[in-house]
């Protein structure tokens, strides 16, 4: 029975692929294939396969399910809008059916199942009773914005160009098509407050839980490091749009991956280092770019107009790249204190290592302070310390 349930998210993840590289190859024949549907492609085949394997591996862990769930949304935002790319000429109850999946499938099967997988990372449960309430919500929200977006009086595409907007008539619609933009609005609100919400739920996990979970969640943190650098240099940074889309994805791609090897790897690797670096350059970018467009290009228009030397602007532009290193030093230092304990730890006791050895010890003394740093610092099984054979002081051996 079990190697039974085993092959279902397999079929799935299976027919999803087929269907996924059936679209492609449709769009290829018709002239239709560009550039950005191969990144959604491969969203699709990794979140489907990799919530297939974390499934299999852990069937009672509800991330797995998760992660299929939201690989079908992508695969279904790929796949509807070959059918709503013009206006139909009638209303047939297969376009509203079409456009109602549109309007439903980003909030309900991408976007609430990646708030919930903070709630759940990583063994699949909510930390405690009182974090249920945001899987109860969505019980509520997702039934209720499919209603009333299948009976909404007119329905059109969910993204859609101003100019070149449309909407047909639901033949059976009841509702005003204002009542479906005021839910969406409520469930785009509600789903940006369980976010945050998730964002401390995983936080006081990270405080609570054994060395193993926070290991887990370290990846799922550098996961979201990663993120939000693909985001800060969307906006810092003028590219091409598809380099965009491509780096995005790269981006995106890493949140299944990192989960992935959280959940399925027992002992996994210390990462604490690139948190904290990518964290601190993260924050040493962004206080230089503030710092060089108010100070070195707002201000000074302000001041002087448009007649700002272009000496001027030079110095600013290498007083800034000055600032960068003295910067990540301090940024460095306090982004250690809170996600690379290790490391910050490790610089103490050194440092207090190093002071004792200007004091005059004894060997005693010396082995004591030298085997109480190592300790300290590597935390090992064993620790042993061997003195020459001329010295007549016993060898010191602590085991912690």
């Not at 005693?364 to 590597?378: D, G, I, K, P």
């Amino acid at each position: 029975m079990r190697s039974a349930r085993s092959l279902v998210p397999w079929a799935w993840t299976l027919a999803v692929t087929l269907a996924g590289l059936a679209l492609l190859v449709d769009e290829a024949v018709n002239g239709e294939l560009t550039f950005p549907n191969f990144p959604g492609f491969l969203l699709m085949v990794l979140f489907t396969g990799l919530g297939a394997l974390i499934t299999v591996r852990q069937s009672g862990n509800r991330i797995g399910w998760l992660l299929l769930v939201i690989g079908f949304g992508l695969f279904l935002t790929g796949l509807l809008p070959q059918y709503i790319a013009t206006e139909p000429e009638s209303s047939s109850l297969l376009t509203v059916g079409v456009l109602v999946l549109d309007n439903w499938i980003g909030l309900n099967l991408i976007f609430y199942p990646l708030t919930l997988i903070l709630f759940l990372f990583p063994d699949g449960r909510f930390f405690n009773s009182r974090q249920a309430w945001a899987g109860r919500l969505g019980r509520i929200m997702v039934p209720a914005s499919f209603l009333v977006a299948l009976f909404v009086e007119e329905i059109g595409p969910s993204f859609q160009d101003p100019d070149e907007a449309w909407a047909i008539t639901n033949p059976i619609g009841f509702l005003p098509t204002t009542a479906l933009d005021a839910v969406l609005t409520v469930w785009g609100i509600g789903l940006v407050f369980i976010a945050a919400f998730g964002v401390w739920s995983l936080f006081t996990r990270y405080r609570r839980s054994s060395l193993q979970v926070k290991a887990q969640i370290r990846w799922m943190m550098l996961a979201a490091s990663i993120l939000v650098v693909a985001f800060v240099t969307i906006v810092t940074v003028d590219t091409d749009a598809t380099l965009y889309g491509l780096f995005v994805s790269l981006a995106f791609a890493f949140i299944p991956v990192s989960i992935t090897i959280a959940i399925t790897r027992y002992r996994l690797f210390e990462i604490d280092r690139i948190i904290s670096r990518t964290l601190s350059y993260t924050l040493v970018i962004g206080v230089l770019g503030l710092v060089y467009v108010f100070g070195a290009l707002w201000l000074p228009t302000r001041l002087l107009g448009e007649n700002v030397s272009p000496i001027f602007v030079a110095g600013s532009t290498l007083a800034v790249a000055a600032l960068f290193n003295p910067l990540r030093k301090r940024i460095q230092h306090g982004v250690d204190r809170r996600f690379n304990r290790s490391a910050y730890q490790a610089e103490v006791v050194s440092e207090g290592f190093a002071a004792k050895l200007r004091e005059p010890l004894t060997t005693e003394e010396l082995v004591e302070a030298l085997s109480q740093t190592v300790n300290q610092s590597f935390q090992p099984e064993l620790t042993g310390i061997w003195l020459n054979k001329n010295i007549t002081t016993t060898p010191k051996t602590d085991r912690t």
